[in-house]
């Protein structure tokens, strides 16, 4: 177990809907980064929060949203959903943003009808 | 930006052997991870390895930085090391991992 916790595991929906996908990094670490797997793209950054303030963004569609909240849970919004957005998305947090060790949570599964 | 390669792509392991999947980096980083993803898709920590050897039990890893690869050796092999490895790097430039492509390994009883 790394700590990290991401709800839910499993979400279906269908194509042009939106969800939201929740992260909670481990204890007393400040940086929560999002990456998506698909079968096709590999493991892809998709964008970093550090102690709430986006730092870092990477291949995040427009319409892929993020944001850290002062808790430090973070939450990736993803709207008008296509075939193509299904995939395994993995949130990963470090105690400070930089080259430190990440850690993954367990992903959400999304699949996209 | 940065070039992450691994080798072999896939791999099938009689249990008990020992074997090398290697990834080789295509720019300087500031540090390297080794992953297992098991068959339920949870991404492992494994090796937090900029430069050196390290060990963990049947696993080990070197990563000789000046010469941009790095090294996972598992030996003794079991079932349960079946899975995909994932070599990555980060590069504070672009304050991100980024992934290679993974070694499916399959170990056979």
């Known amino acids: 177990d790394s700590g990290v916790t991401q709800t ?13 996908l929740r992260c909670s990094p481990r204890s007393g670490d400040l940086s929560v980064y999002w990456y998506q797997q698909s079968l096709d793209q590999g493991l892809q ?10 730092r870092a963004k990477g291949n995040i569609l427009e319409r892929f949203s993020a944001q850290q909240f002062p808790d430090l849970h ?5 709207s008008s959903l296509e075939l193509g957005d299904s995939a395994l998305y993995f949130c990963a947090s470090t105690k400070e943003a930089g080259g430190y060790e ?3 949570g367990p992903g959400t599964r999304l699949t996209v009808t | ?17 020992n074997s090398t999947l290697r990834c080789n980096f295509s720019d300087s980083v500031n540090n390297l991870q080794w992953f297992h993803q098991n068959p339920w898709g949870q991404l492992i920590n494994l090796f937090y ?6 060990q963990n039990g049947r696993l080990s890893a070197t990563t000789v930085a ?6 996972l050796y598992i030996s003794s092999s ?12 980060f590069k504070a430039a672009g304050n991100k991992l980024t992934f290679g492509g993974g070694t499916r390994v399959l170990v056979k009883p």
């Open chain 1, 8 to 20: 839910p595991k499993h979400l279906i929906t269908a194509t042009g809907q939106r969800v939201t």
């Open chain 2, 78 to 89: 079991q079932t349960t090391d079946s899975g995909v490895y994932f070599c990555a790097v």
């Open chain 2, 49 to 54: 390895i900029p430069s050196g050897t390290k």
């Open chain 1, 102 to 104: 990440q850690y993954f």
């Open chain 1, 74 to 78: 973070s939450e990736l919004n993803l």
């Open chain 1, 45 to 54: 950054f998709l964008i970093q929060y550090y102690n709430g303030e986006e």
């Open chain 2, 66 to 71: 000046t010469e941009r690869y790095s090294l």
């Open chain 2, 1 to 17: 930006g940065i070039q992450v390669e691994q080798s072999p792509p896939d791999l099938i392991l009689q249990e008990g052997a």
